[in-house]
């Protein structure tokens, strides 16, 4: 199958890898805090389900006097990578999309940097540009950061390149405080957009676009469930009744909410009621007491209790991250309605007996066993998922 090409560019630091990471879903492009990249060399990124490549180039920067004389590092190292492809007679070798990265956490863009990138990428007027606008983490500045760059381009429209879209994105989730989760956004539509930009005869039929951007969806919810886990784990640590925990119930509230938004389920919707069903079955409710008595009925264990109830509160989070996903799936996929409030409670109830007994029980075998406490986290999602995958969710 032919495969269209994208050419990632933007300043070193501007999360170039990170977001390729994100659509990958691997640690396959070098990531790190110096203060020159990591990537150095062009790097040719491709997977069977993604239907295009994704070219990494160097770091791109204002450039130097020499390199106004001898051209742009990135542009020359991928004119090579062209002419080498074309050599070898492979006709799927052109740049078809150009992904311009711009730090959405600078609060400003400079036009000599739009000036530089028309500059260095003048051999590919034509080609569609994606404006992505990394690291949109505050929500209120990303209609500014949209008008930013969108005006910078303005101002060097006589150049003849213009905008075909502009999309914010956050390529890692993280947590912004105990009652708010930030997830990974923006990706999807990303490649939506990406193929629907493709040259007739390299884009991908939309029903692999959707399994692509389902699968996304999902990894998503996992990894936004994981890092809740993580959360909740601290916080059970505290010698404070879980049940009664307000903290914890922070952390549930975000994350559920927070699926929600990755399966595009709106919580203002009043029919959608099934996101206070949800909650409500953490902990406070059904999971709760499960993962409560799990712990209970395993006799003689040798771990602090500290620990155990560090091992509670993480089930907790991590079976409800886990059942929310799947609740939201069958409701963005239009298998349930928003306010199906009686299929919630059976698979709240369905999910939260037998697994998670069996998910407690594998999580203390391994820690008596000499897992580090460090891998509590971990620990806990690899027995909530891997055990959901090996008992299908009916």
């Known amino acids: 199958m032919k495969k269209g090409n994208v050419l990632v560019i933007g300043n070193s630091g501007v999360g170039k890898s990170t977001l390729i990471n994100a659509i990958f879903k691997e640690n396959i492009a070098v990531t790190g805090w110096g203060l020159k990249g990591n990537t150095q060399e062009l790097t040719i990124h491709e997977s069977e389900t993604l239907p295009f490549r994704i070219i990494d ?5 204002p450039a130097s006097p020499m390199e106004l004389l001898t051209g742009n590092k990135a542009v020359k190292a991928v004119k090579k990578w062209s002419a080498e492809c074309a050599k070898l007679e492979k006709d799927d070798h052109g740049i078809n999309i150009i992904w311009f990265c711009v730090d959405g956490g600078t609060s400003k863009l400079f036009p000599k940097y739009i000036e530089d990138f028309c500059k260095a990428t003048s051999i590919w007027k034509s080609v569609p ?5 990394t690291k949109s983490t505050v929500e209120s500045q990303i209609q500014d950061n949209i008008q930013m ?3 910078a381009f303005a101002k060097v ?6 905008l075909a879209k502009i999309i914010p994105v956050v390529a890692k989730p993280f947590i912004y405080n105990e009652n708010a989760i930030v997830p990974e956004f923006g990706l999807e539509e990303l490649i939506e957009a990406t193929n629907q930009l493709m040259p007739k005869g390299l884009e991908a039929a939309q029903k692999d676009i959707a399994s692509f951007t389902l699968n996304l969806k999902r990894i998503h919810a996992r990894s936004l469930t994981m890092i809740a886990t993580a959360s909740a784990v601290t916080v059970g640590a505290v010698p404070l009744p879980i049940p009664d925990n307000g903290v914890l119930i922070g952390i549930e509230t975000a994350m559920v909410n927070q699926i929600a938004k990755i399966y595009e389920v709106s919580n203002k919707d009043k029919k959608n009621s099934i996101t206070k069903t949800i909650i409500e079955a953490g902990t406070v409710g059904v999971i709760a007491k499960t993962a409560i008595k799990a712990i209970k009925a395993i006799p003689g264990i040798a771990i602090a209790a ?4 560090a091992i509670v509160a993480g089930v907790i989070v991590a079976s409800l991250g886990g059942v929310t996903a799947h609740i939201y799936e069958k409701v963005y996929l239009g298998e349930i309605r928003k306010d199906d409030t009686d299929f ?3 698979i709240l109830e369905n999910q939260s007996s037998a697994k998670i007994f069996e998910a407690v029980n594998h999580i203390v075998d391994k820690l008596s066993k000499g897992a580090a406490i460090k891998e509590l986290p971990s620990l806990i999602i690899e027995a909530i998922y891997n055990l959901g995958e090996k008992k299908q969710l009916k």
Not at 57 to 61: A, H, M, Q
Not at 129 to 133: D, K
Not at 157 to 162: L, Q, T, W
Request: glycine share 8%; net charge positive; charged share 40%.
């Open 149 to 151: 760059v969108r005006d």
């Open 157 to 162: 429209k006589k150049d003849g390149r213009s």
């Open 129 to 133: 540009v994606i404006a992505v606008i």
């Open 344 to 346: 919630v409670k059976k």
């Open 306 to 309: 500290s620990v155990l109830d």
């Open 57 to 61: 180039s160097k770091g791109f920067e």
